[in-house]
T-cell receptor, first 110, second 115 residues
Framework: QQPVQSPQAVILREGEDAVINCSSS?????VHWYRQKHGEAPVFLMI???GGEQKGHDKISASFNEKKQQSSLYLTASQLSYSGTYFC???????????WGAGTKLIIKP | DTGVSQDPRHKITKRGQNVTFRCDPI?????LYWYRQTLGQGPEFLTY????????KSRLLSDRFSAERPKGSFSTLEIQRTEQGDSAMYLC?????????????FGQGTRLTVV
């Protein structure tokens, strides 16, 4: 039931792009993306609802393919501040709890 | 309001002892969640309150774990007869009610070490 995130880790140079994927075996109502820096609490990035929407702010955007039960997070022209672990949380059609993936660790080098 | 606060930030306890953590959510939020996070993993759902009602509890949660939210304000999570496997970061989050779930705000967590 836990969504599967890929890749597990990414190392980039500043300015490069990254894609983080999140897939579920169950029908999804929404997908949530959070970023957690070491020793800190997770911080909200965005929520995507079923209907195939795409969202973004600044240089971070995401898409949600309801039919494939997948979401992707896109980070363009990455900055050092983007470093951290990215988690997707999925909300099913029939319950109200978020199930979290294991995370994707993103390391940005100058 | 300064966000979700958790107390204590760190707790070291001997195996077999009981521990209690406190979470103060954002005041206007009626949903409150408890999660457990171990190194390299995402938050694992423990339980969820809407106001004072505990609506969901993970089946993974043993009887040694109990949570309360009297009067729908702060919440406590108690672990009885702690085991070394209980060592983890315990996160509390709160959100406003709504479907889909709206943005959740996390506290800084309580790091539990059982020795």
């Amino acid at each position: 039931q836990q969504p599967v995130q890929s890749p597990q880790a990414v190392i980039l140079r500043e300015g490069e792009d990254a894609v983080i994927n999140c897939s579920s075996s169950k029908a999804l109502y929404s997908v949530h993306w959070y970023r957690q820096k070491h020793g800190e609490a997770p911080v909200f990035l965005m929520i995507l609802l079923k209907g195939g929407e795409q969202k973004g702010h600044d240089k971070i955007s995401a898409s949600f393919n309801e039919k494939k039960q997948q979401s992707s997070l896109y980070l363009t022209a990455s900055q050092l501040s983007y470093s951290g672990t990215y988690f997707c949380g999925t909300e099913g059609d029939s319950n109200y709890q978020l199930i979290w993936g294991a995370g994707t660790k993103l390391i940005i080098k100058p | 309001d300064t966000g979700v606060s958790q107390d204590p930030r760190h707790k070291i306890t001997k195996r077999g002892q009981n521990v209690t953590f406190r979470c103060d959510p954002i005041s206007e939020h009626n949903r409150l969640y408890w999660y457990r996070q171990t190194l390299g993993q995402g938050p694992e759902f423990l339980t969820y309150f809407q106001n004072e009602a505990q609506l969901e509890k993970s089946r993974l949660l043993s009887d040694r774990f109990s949570a309360e939210r009297p009067k729908g304000s702060f919440s406590t999570l108690e672990i009885q007869r702690t085991e070394q496997g209980d060592s983890a970061m315990y996160l509390c989050a709160s959100s406003a009610a709504g479907r889909p779930q709206v943005e959740a705000f996390f506290g800084q967590g309580t790091r539990l070490t059982v020795v």
